[in-house]
């Protein structure tokens, strides 16, 4: 009874074992087919002992159901998110599309207006235009004699003024050329310049030059004579600057004198024109380095310095930048002791000036040149010698003193170019001399130097020392007095309270030796006031 009572109890285990299958054939992942043959062999063979296990099983296996269901909806969620989100980009797209189709048909619309209001413009402009044709017909229909001819005037008048305001665009760059003056109707420019200078001149010792300090008048021995004193204004200056801009290249001419001719009258110091490459006329010679000439108050200069102006061909081929290159054909002057010169072939110079960094520059300069004169002492004698000169010259910033302090050199030397040197120059007869016996014409070699430094003591101030030499060997048939060599030293303060005026003074010494070794030497002060315009 009992027996069979458990035997009817048992059919809860297959119905457990069916669950099983469908939970199995649902989730697939989860029951395999070993727990489905587990589960048959359970069926076969009953353990009384594990009757309870089918329920504990089945709790497991609902959990994982219901932890899958949760699965499923989250995952149904996201894909009911993504299906909005991707309806709304929809929905945007479209009413960005709508809004475009709009804006372009805006665009349609205005562009179509605006070509309807231009074609208005275009007719209304037409119909105007013939009327004013009209009027301007009927108006020349009754026009009488007097007023086509005032007409004609006027549209004369009209070119005139047209041409003028052409020529007035076309005029010289004032900036390129401070202070000038534009020449009306043309495309040049016109500058007045120079300086009223005055200079009181005191010398302690006695000199043949009592307005400068000329070193080679000082008496050798010092002995006689009279120390003097001088107030000049000699050294005064005017000068006219044209400049104009061709086709061809740039146009210059310039003309500038003082007043150190005998009386204090008009002198000429520069005239020449320059046409491009090309100068002819009277200015300083390429032998000079006038980049190099340091800032002084004596008339005169430095005894050894090269310094001249004479008339001359000069041409200045471009090279470049840095580089710049003389050829000339100058005055040839020939000055010679004991005779007269002769001058027919014209002095050849060339130069190179190389520029370093545009704060210093070394120039090298070379002369040739034929000397001939007519001895007086032998009836007429003439006798022809060559000269040449060479000379170094430069300028170069002194930083390490202060930065617009420099320093400024030239050297020179060779056979019959004495009066390219200052003192010599000034002296004359140092090219060459005549042998009085033999009628000969013999160079004389010469060697000049100077040497100078600026030092600004501030923006108006500044102070420069110079000191310069010039030696001479002396022919044996010279006479003892000849000049043999000088020695010039020379110190000066220059004050500059404005651009236009520059107040100052030197102090010099010099001294001279001749060829029988007899010296003599003087001291000199000079003040001065300059006045630019």
């Not at 005064?236 to 210059?252: A, C, H, I, K, V």
């Not at 930048?321 to 010169?341: F, H, M, Y």
């Not at 000066?492 to 005026?501: E, L």
Request: net charge negative; charged share 20%.
């Amino acid at each position: 009874m009992n027996r069979a009572t458990q035997t009817r109890g048992t059919p809860q285990r297959p119905g457990g074992i069916l669950i099983l299958l469908c939970v199995g054939m649902c989730l697939p992942g989860i029951t395999t087919a070993q727990s489905v043959e587990a589960a048959g062999d359970r069926s076969a063979e009953p353990d009384p002992q594990t009757a309870d296990a089918p329920n504990v099983k089945l709790d497991e296996l609902m959990e994982m159901l219901k932890h899958q269901q949760a699965q499923l909806d989250a995952q149904k969620a996201q894909i009911a998110a993504q299906a909005a989100l991707i309806a709304t980009l929809q929905i945007g797209q479209a009413s960005a599309s709508k809004t475009r189709d709009q804006q372009i048909e805006q665009r349609d619309e205005q562009i179509a207006s605006q070509t309807q209001q231009i074609d208005t413009q275009r007719q209304a402009m037409q119909s105007l235009q013939q009327q004013v044709d009209q009027m301007a017909d009927a108006e020349s229909s009754a026009l009488t004699e007097q007023e086509k001819e005032m007409r004609s005037r006027l549209e004369t008048l009209e070119g005139s003024i047209k041409a003028s305001q052409e020529a007035d665009s076309s005029q010289y760059d004032a900036d390129a050329f401070p202070g000038s003056i534009a020449l009306p109707g043309t495309s040049a420019a016109l500058r007045i310049g120079g300086f009223v200078k005055m200079n009181i001149v005191e010398s302690f010792d006695p000199i043949g030059s009592k307005d400068r300090f000329i070193v080679g008048t000082i008496p050798v021995p010092n002995q006689g004579g009279q120390a003097q004193a001088a107030l000049t204004v000699s050294q005064s200056r005017l000068n006219f600057d044209l400049r104009e801009t061709t086709q061809y290249g740039p146009l210059r001419a310039f003309i500038e004198g003082d007043f150190a001719g005998d009386g204090d009258t008009f002198r000429l110091r520069h005239a020449y024109g320059q046409f491009g490459d090309i100068l002819v006329g009277k200015t300083w010679t390429a032998f000079m380095d006038s980049a190099a000439s340091p800032e002084e108050l004596d008339f005169e200069g430095i005894n050894g310095r090269i310094n001249v102006r004479q008339p001359q061909i000069r041409f200045t081929p471009q090279i470049g930048t840095e580089l710049n290159l003389i050829v000339s054909l100058e005055d040839p002057n020939a000055q010679i002791t004991g005779g007269e010169a002769i001058s027919q072939i014209p002095d050849v110079i060339a130069s190179i000036r190389r520029t370093f960094f545009e704060r210093w520059h070394v120039k090298a300069s070379a002369l040739f040149r034929t000397i001939e004169g007519t001895c007086i002492c032998l009836d007429g004698n003439q006798d022809k010698v060559t000269g040449w000169g060479l000379s170094v010259s430069g300028k170069s910033g002194l930083p390490r003193l202060g930065p617009r302090d420099n320093l400024m050199f030239q050297a020179s030397y060779g056979e019959g170019y004495g009066r390219y040197v200052n003192d010599l120059g000034t002296l004359g007869g140092m090219d060459a001399v005549f042998d009085p016996v033999t009628g000969q014409l013999k160079t004389l070699p010469v060697f000049a130097y100077y040497v100078a430094i600026q030092h600004w003591w501030d923006d108006a101030i500044r102070s420069t020392i110079i000191y310069s030499y010039v030696n001479i060997n002396n022919t044996s048939f010279q006479g003892p007095d000849a000049y043999d060599k000088t020695n010039r030293l020379g110190v000066n303060v220059i004050w500059s309270p404005t651009p236009r005026i520059d107040l100052g003074g030197e102090l010099l010494w010099g001294s001279r030796e001749n060829k029988d070794s007899q010296t003599g030497h003087a001291t000199q002060l000079q003040l001065s006031a300059k006045y630019r315009y």
